[in-house]
Structures are given as C-alpha cells and as structure tokens.
C-alpha cells in the first residue's frame, strides 16, 4: 500500500506539472508567445519593474537566476504572496502592455471554435 501511494503521490506531482505548463506550451505552440519573450510586472507602490524569461522546457527565468515552474510560482516570489500570475504579468503586443490572462483568454475562446 505505501509503495502504491508514492507512486501515485509521484503520478499527481508528474500530470499536475504537466498541466500546469500544458498552457504556456499550446500558447508557445500557436505563435502567441515565444521562447525567450520577457513577461513584466511593474509594481505599482514604488514603480519597480520585475521581469521573468520563458524558457524553452517552460519554466520562467527570473532576473535573479530563479526558475519557477509557473507564472504563479514566479509572481509570489516577486510580490511575496500569493498571486495569480495570469494576472500579474504583462508582454508588449503593437506597443501596449498586454496581460497574459488576456492572451490565454484570447487563445482559449480561438481553441474553443
């Protein structure tokens, strides 16, 4: 029994991470974000701006050398709490910040056709 529930245990951890990322990767897929595209957020109580990177297994690079596993993940990190990161982070489109839950939304309604 206790080796069937790591292996579970292990399963949960494998199809969550997949999941989680499967998005970034579709949208990278349909040309609607790219390896290598800086993602921002400018933090509105002293203006600071924090980027992240898309990397090609699709993880986030943070400007420190972190690497998160999700947008979330690298949001907290930034903000110091718990943050939608779809939310949190912006990328320039025809030279307007655009935030990546308007992108998702935009590439889930076009999935849905």
């Known amino acids: 029994m206790e ?3 790591h292996i579970l245990t292990s399963c949960y951890i494998i199809i969550s991470k997949v999941e989680s990322m499967g998005i970034l990767d579709r949208m990278q897929k ?3 974000i790219e390896i290598g595209e800086i993602f921002f957020h400018t933090r509105l109580s002293d203006m ?3 980027t992240i ?3 090609e297994n699709g993880f ?3 400007e420190e050398g972190y690497i998160a596993k999700s947008l979330s993940e690298a949001a907290t990190y930034y903000s110091k709490y718990s943050v939608n990161g779809w939310r949190y982070w912006s990328t320039k489109r025809n030279g307007k910040n655009v935030l990546l839950y ?3 939304k935009k590439h889930n309604d076009t999935v849905k056709e």
């Open 3 to 5: 080796k069937c529930l």
């Open 30 to 32: 349909a040309r609607i």
């Open 48 to 50: 600071e701006t924090m």
């Open 53 to 55: 990177q898309l990397l």
């Open 60 to 62: 986030l690079l943070l």
């Open 102 to 104: 308007h992108l998702r």
